[in-house]
Structures are given as C-alpha cells and as structure tokens.
C-alpha cells in the first residue's frame, strides 16, 4: 500500500525529477528525511512559505486556550466554513515543548539585587525547573513544558489578502492571539523538535541559498522508520497513535482530557508524560463525492459477513452526516498524535498512558507501523499533500461537518499564566513569579504588568492552605526583582527572611516606636487631604477601640474639623491631645457654626473627647501616637512591621494596625517613584473579628485607600484573608476593594462555594469546580488558583531544596537557620549546609 501511495502521490507532487518511492522506503535505513520535507523558500514580502507540492501556505503560532468555550468553537466554525480554494489544507498542531529556558532566563534577567543569595536562590530555582522538563517526582512525573498552537494553510491558488486577514481575524476571535511566523521561527522550531535541542540555543538563521528543508538537521543525524513504527530520530525515540475508534459524540471538554486532566492531584496519573506534537489536518477536496458515492454503495449492501461491523458503522457515520442541513459544511480529518522521549521505557509508558487517557474518553488509538513516514510528513506544518487518491490509500480519516471538527482541534491545553514567552526575542514583560500548571505549563506572572489597570492583588487562604510559604516565596521574588518590600505580620512568618535580605524589622510594641497619626509627608494637595482623612479615620477607631462601633456621619464630621484645626495650629506633635483640646472646647473653637446649636452634637464632640484620653500623650497609649513620628522607612528596602506583641492589647491593636497600614501607605508617595513598592498585610481582618469587632468599615477605608495610593504612585498593595467571605465584614467597601485589586491568589479554602452562592467570586460550572479543587500538597507542592486581568487558572508552586530553606517558616526549620547564623555562617552559607546545595 505504502509503495502504491508513494507511486501515485510523490509522482504528482515532485514529478519524475523528484524522490523516488524506493528512497522514500529508504527512510527507514537512511538519514534523508530532509528530502521529503515540504519547505523550500519563504517570502519576507508576501510573509509565505513555497512548499514542493506547488502550494503556497502562511503559518501561525497561537496561545493555547486554557478551555475552548462554546463561543470560541462557534467561532472556529465560522472560520472553517470559509470561502477557500478547494484545494485547501488546513493543519492544526499543539506541542508539548520541553523547551521552557526562555521564560526562566527573561526571570533571571529581570534579577536586580546583587546578593549571592538572592542570585543562587533565583539560579537553583531555574535548574530545578529545567531538570522538571524530564519529569518532576513530586507531581507523580508531569513534565514541566511549554504547550504551543500552530496552525498553518496552504494550497495551490494563492489566498486573496482579505482571506487571510479574515483567518487571522477568526483566530483572534477564537482568544488565539495568532502571530505569524517566519523562515527562522519554523527552522528553530523544527531544528529543536529533529535535533532534541530544547532548552539550549538555536539559530534561527536561513539561508537563502537552498532549500529551508536541507537546513533543519544537525550533520550526521541518522533517522529510521522501520514497519513496526518504533522510529528513531537521532537520540529520540518516536511513536505515532492515531484514532482507530473515535466516540459517537465529543464535546469541548472531552477532548481538552485527551492531553490530560484538569483537576488536580486526582488527575496527576492522567497525563502525558513525554513531548508530544498533536496534530489535526482538515481538507475539503473529493469530500462530497466520495459521501454521494459511498452513501449509494452502502445504502445498497447486504450487511452481511466478515465486514459486516465495518460496513454497519460507516452506515451509521453516513446516515448522521446525511442529516446534516444541505449547506453544512463537511472536511476530511486526519489526526494524528506523535509522542518522542530519549529513553524506550520512557516512551512505552507514554504510549501506553495516552492510550488509557483516550480509552477514558470513549477513543481508541493504534500504534501505527509501517506508515509511520507518512504519518511522520503529513503531522508537520505544511506537511500533508493533497493530491487524489492519499486520503483513500492512508485511510486514517473521518468524515465530520465543520462544526464537530472546530471542537476536536488541538487548541487547548493548560493555563498559561499572564506572561508567556517562547523565545528570546519578545520578551516585553518579565515574569516575577513563575509557576507550573496542572498539566505541565510553565507559567509567568507579574502584578506589575505594563498591560494592567492597576498592580493591586488579594491572598486568600485558609488554615493548612501553605500560606505562609508560598507568601514568602512571594515576596522574595519581588524584592529580589528591584521591588521595595513592606510587610504587616502576625506571627514572625517573615522575620526570617527580612533577615536574610538584611531587611529592617520592627517589632512593634518591643520597640520605641512613634507612628503619629497627623505625620504627612504629601506632595501635591490631593495626598495631603487624603492624610487628613485617613488620620481622622485612626482617631475614630481610638474614640470607640474597644467595641469598634462606627461613628455617626455628624461625629465623622467633627472630628474631621478638629483634625483640621490640629494641622492649622501646627500642632501635628501632640496631635491627639489638641484634638481632644478642640473637642472638649468645641463651643470656643466652632463658634460661629450652627452645628454648636445642636446640643446633641456638643455632648458627642464631649463623649469623643473624652474616649480619646488613652492616646493622649499622658494615655496609656500615648506614646505611640503623640510625639516625632520615627516610623520613617523610604530609605528602606525591605521591611516587617510584626504586631503580634499588640494582639492581646484589645483597645490598641486595631488603632495600631490602622494606623501601621496609613504610614505604610503614605511611604508610597515618599522616595523614589522610580522604584516599585511591594506593600502587603496579614489577615488583620480575622483577628480584629476573633476580638469582637463586628464592625470593620474603618478598616476598609484604610486599606481602600492603600489601594487607591498604589495605583496612583507605582505601588503594589495586597491583603492576605482568611476567606474571600472576610470581603463581607467590609461592607460595601468589600467590594471596592475588590474590584481595585486586578490579581486575586486563591489558596486551598472551604468557602469558594459559599462565596459564589454571595456573589462574591463570578466563576460558575468547571471554573469554580477548579477553584474548589484547590490543594496544598504539603510537602510536595501547594496550588493557587490566579486571577489576572488576562485569565485565569491553577499553578503550582514546587520547589527545590535550597528555595524550601530559604522560605520555611517552621518553627524547628527556623531555629536550625538562626543556629547556623549564631555560629558564624553568611545567609547563604547556613542555607547551603541546611539543604544539602554547594554554594
């Protein structure tokens, strides 16, 4: 059969001058497999690619959906059904890349701080992931890797300009982001698929000079095909699946398990464990022909005999196809699913793992053998040739209406990340964070993403979620980028590393610490009223610190003034106590007013005065608030306010925590604008509800307006929740703060559900199925579903040992760090000893 093909089809293609079918067959001794590759030249003008079979073809790479929605494939559709050449042949690949080196050296590039430590805790982390592309043993042996899309057309008559425009135009709308590629993006491509070059570096160079084809293989590669479809490409090992039973229905969802599943630890063992490349090649050439032809043939057999099965399904597959509304347009679909590893046993355990991953699907796959070399062709871009008669004597295709195969195109894979780069040369954001998807894919993120409306993000985590480890990954990472870190903690989870960065900690109750309400360092008339109103905010928590009762608009508005007069009178040093002054004398100060006529707003400013006595200069609380503000920390690169000596202090630690926040706040607008401020707090709001407050709108107008600065003055702010259901003790600031915040981390928690039912979190269906899923894998890896302004999906932060060193927090990990420290060892030294890394 194959020799017949070769006859018919190579003949047409290449004509007598061309390879003969005796060399074809040589394939399988020889290292010539250049020769039956389509690609001759490129045209830079025309942004076309010359193939050897007369045809002229534009190629894409395109993002990988995270799930094809029903509008996504509608939309496929529509571009299928386009009016083309008859001759047309479309091919669809996804794939597996082992090639992630891009994304980790655009992390390392964006390293800043000269510290040895930072330097080989941002190095070590990179190898690790490297090494993972072989498979990583805490993810039961997923793969880490760069899922990529192609999608390239071709045909004899060339396409007219608004037809492309019109396929590009369907693949944006398909949420694709095409891009078109070139001689040197295909010759790099390929020169790593044929010469297992991933992750080191490839020209993409191409001369002019001869044919793109004959400059794809290193010198000296051997390649073999042999019948029993066991092919060797240099050092790698190769095998084709394609679909010997196909299930009677299929949807989105189905086909997105087919690469693997999505729901985490529960579908671990139900991934591809090696490269792969997947593709799918659609033509309309003889299509209805063939089915008027066939239909008449079948319609008249008796279904009898040894082919009776075979005859009694092509029956069936007709008569659905003869359903279909007269203008619908039908394909031929060839798919074809090619796994490679560079060890056998590697590979018998991938095929045999796609093999079961399918079966699950209602599909059935079959090695194939002696058509291995023209599976081999026909599964690269530009790869298949169209000429009479190949469909029928390969006779691996379906019949399907352009609807069902806009569903089965291998279109989607895994989350990407909010930064995704493939090669060197566009890199235009650096990813600060990187992570690894369910399935394998290396992901990019960076709140501080040129394309965002704001930097803002929100953390929430329940108890056991592995908060504490991931949030000082966190923050490592963006001080390690440039950023200048300030910190709020309850419970020294950061004490650690402040002190490995040579940060200043400041334990806040154990030190003289004066954080003055009415200290103001603002720039321009905006901020400095915005100070005010944030001091006059702390000093109503301080008027009712015990119970956190809310004010009344009228007592917000007296104090307000009072605050108002404090400042005119430049009396920012003892602020509180002329405040209390003002209140307590507010007949004398307001005189003139007609709110002094109001008994009832006299006896408050009275009750007010008097409950702020504590934080008066001669209160229990005095000397916090009233005095010089030393609570300077522009000239700071990385800092930790602890306040878990205050917890127990009932009255001050909810004006302390106000007021902490308002002065980290104010630092945005201090120093250098230049330089990004990374700004994050603990969970406050669950310890001040464990304390009583029922109330926290004074809260939320602090920490809205440390949303609103960072936006304003290049700052990133973040708040750590116990539940997105804490958002509710907000009021109607919970969701300003929301909605202010473009990054959302959900770590593991009970209450995703509960929270979508309020209205709270928008993912419905699978989205919040995957939410819900959410784990902390301790100690092996903990999940995080991430919410940008460009997607959203799970990643998984698995890390290697000298990083679980540097961000452990627990209590006996830590004291073996500060053991080490005692007896002499530099940071990085103890972190050596500790993880077993040399430095």
């Known amino acids: 059969m194959l020799a017949q093909y070769l006859d018919k089809g190579l003949k047409v293609i290449m004509g007598d001058g061309g390879v003969t079918t005796s060399e074809l067959l040589g394939l399988a001794q020889r290292e010539r497999l250049s020769d ?13 690619f010359a193939n050897i079979d007369n045809t002229e073809g534009y190629l894409w790479e395109c993002v990988p959906t995270y799930f094809q929605t029903e509008m996504k ?9 386009h009016k083309l050449p008859k001759d047309t042949v479309w091919s669809f690949h996804l794939y597996g890349d082992k090639h992630v080196k891009p994304m980790l050296d655009a992390n390392l590039n964006g390293i800043k701080r000269a510290s040895p430590l930072v330097k080989k805790s941002a190095q070590e982390y990179a190898n690790h992931l490297i090494k993972g592309t072989d498979g990583m043993a805490r993810v039961s042996d997923i793969p880490v890797r760069n899922y990529r899309a192609f999608v390239s057309i071709k045909s004899e008559t060339s396409l007219e300009s608004n037809q492309v425009v019109a396929i590009e135009e369907g693949l944006k709308s398909a949420g694709l982001s095409p891009r078109r ?19 080191k570096d490839v020209s993409k160079s191409v001369s002019r000079s001869k044919p793109i084809r004959k400059q794809l293989f290193d010198p000296g590669l051997k390649t073999s095909f042999p019948m029993d479809g066991k092919v060797r490409i240099g050092d790698m ?31 671990d063992g139900n991934q591809l464990l090696s490269p792969f490349l997947y593709s799918c090649i659609v033509t309309y050439t003889g299509v209805q022909e063939e089915f008027d032809s066939k239909a008449k043939i079948m319609n008249g057999q008796n279904i009898v005999g040894k082919n009776a099965k075979e005859l009694q399904k092509r029956l069936v597959e007709y008569k ?13 679909v060839h798919q074809t699913l090619w796994i490679f590893d560079s060890d056998e046993t590697n590979i018998d355990m991938s095929v045999n793992r796609a093999k079961r991953i399918a079966a699950d699907e209602d599909y059935t796959l079959r090695e194939e053998g002696r058509l291995s070399a023209t599976m081999f062709l026909m599964s690269m871009p530009f790869g298949y040739y169209n000429v009479r008669g190949n469909a029928e004597i390969i006779d691996r295709y379906s019949i399907l209406p352009a609807s069902s195969v806009a569903a089965i195109l291998p279109l989607q894979a895994d989350y990407s990340g909010s930064i995704r780069i493939v090669d060197d040369e566009r890199v235009t954001n650096k990813p600060v964070l990187v992570l690894v998807g369910r399935k394998g894919q290396i992901q990019g993120f960076n709140v501080y993403d040129k394309r965002s409306n704001n930097h803002n993000f929100i953390i929430t985590a329940g108890s056991g979620a592995g908060k504490s480890f991931k949030l000082n990954k966190f923050v490592n990472d963006y001080y390690a980028s440039g950023s200048l870190v300030r910190l709020i903690d309850l419970g020294y989870s950061f004490e650690k590393s402040c002190r490995i960065n040579n940060g200043r900690f400041l334990d806040i109750g154990k030190e003289k610490m004066c954080i003055n309400p009415f200290f103001s360092m603002a720039k321009d008339q905006e901020d400095s009223e915005r100070d005010l109103i944030s001091c006059a905010i702390v000093m109503s928590e301080m008027i009712n610190s015990f119970t956190g009762a809310p004010l009344t608009e009228t007592e917000f508005s007296l104090l307000k003034n009072a605050a108002r007069w404090t400042k005119k009178q430049g009396n920012d040093e003892k602020g ?39 934080f008066t200069s001669t209160g229990v609380y005095g000397r916090f608030f009233n005095g010089v503000s030393n609570f300077n920390i522009k000239d700071d690169e990385f800092v930790v306010v602890e306040l878990q000596q205050l917890k127990e202090e009932k009255e001050l630690f909810p004006v302390i925590i106000m007021q902490v926040i308002n002065s980290v706040t104010q630092d945005l607008y201090l120093g250098d604008r230049s330089y990004q401020r990374f700004c994050l707090f603990e969970e406050v709001a669950q310890y001040l509800r464990q304390q009583g407050h029922k109330d926290l709108g004074r809260l939320a107008m602090i920490i809205e307006e440390g949303y609103r600065r960072a936006r304003k003055h290049n700052g990133s702010f973040g708040a750590v929740l116990q539940s997105i259901l804490d958002l509710l003790l907000f009021g109607d600031i919970g969701q300003v703060i929301k909605s202010n915040a473009a990054y959302k981390f959900y770590l593991e928690s009970e209450d995703y559900m509960a929270a979508s039912e309020k209205g709270l979190i928008a ?13 902390n894998q301790k100690p092996r890896y903990s999940e995080c579903m991430v919410e940008t302004p460009f ?28 053991d080490m420290i005692k007896k002499g060892s530099l940071p990085e030294e103890a972190i050596s000893k500790l993880s077993g890394i040399p430095l």
């Open 576 to 614: 509180i106590d002329s405040t209390k002054h003002y209140l307590e004398n507010i007949e004398k100060y307001a005189k003139g007013e007609k709110i002094i006529d109001v008994k009832s707003a006299v006896d408050s400013a009275k009750i007010m005065a008097y409950n702020l006595q504590d």
């Open 73 to 81: 494939i509608k939309r496929l559709e529509k571009m299928l059904q």
């Open 320 to 332: 659905w196809i003869n359903d279909l509304p007269d203008d619908a347009v039908k394909c031929r």
């Open 237 to 267: 090992h190769a095998r084709c699946l394609t679909p010997h039973i196909v299930p009677s229905k299929t949807d989105s969802i189905k086909e997105n398990k087919l690469i693997g599943g999505y729901m985490g630890i529960q579908d």
């Open 181 to 199: 590629c070139n001689d040197g993006d295909l010759a790099r491509l390929l020169r790593r698929l044929f010469n297992s070059s991933a992750n």
């Open 791 to 818: 997607g959203f999906g799970v990643g998984r932060l698995i890390v290697d040992q000298w990083n679980y060193w540097v961000n452990t927090s627990d209590g006996e990990e830590t004291q073996a760090y500060y």
């Open 36 to 48: 039956f590759l389509p690609y001759l030249t490129y045209s830079e003008e025309r942004e076309t």
């Open 763 to 775: 993912h419905k269906g699978i989205a919040l199925e995957i939410l819900d899923s959410v784990r």
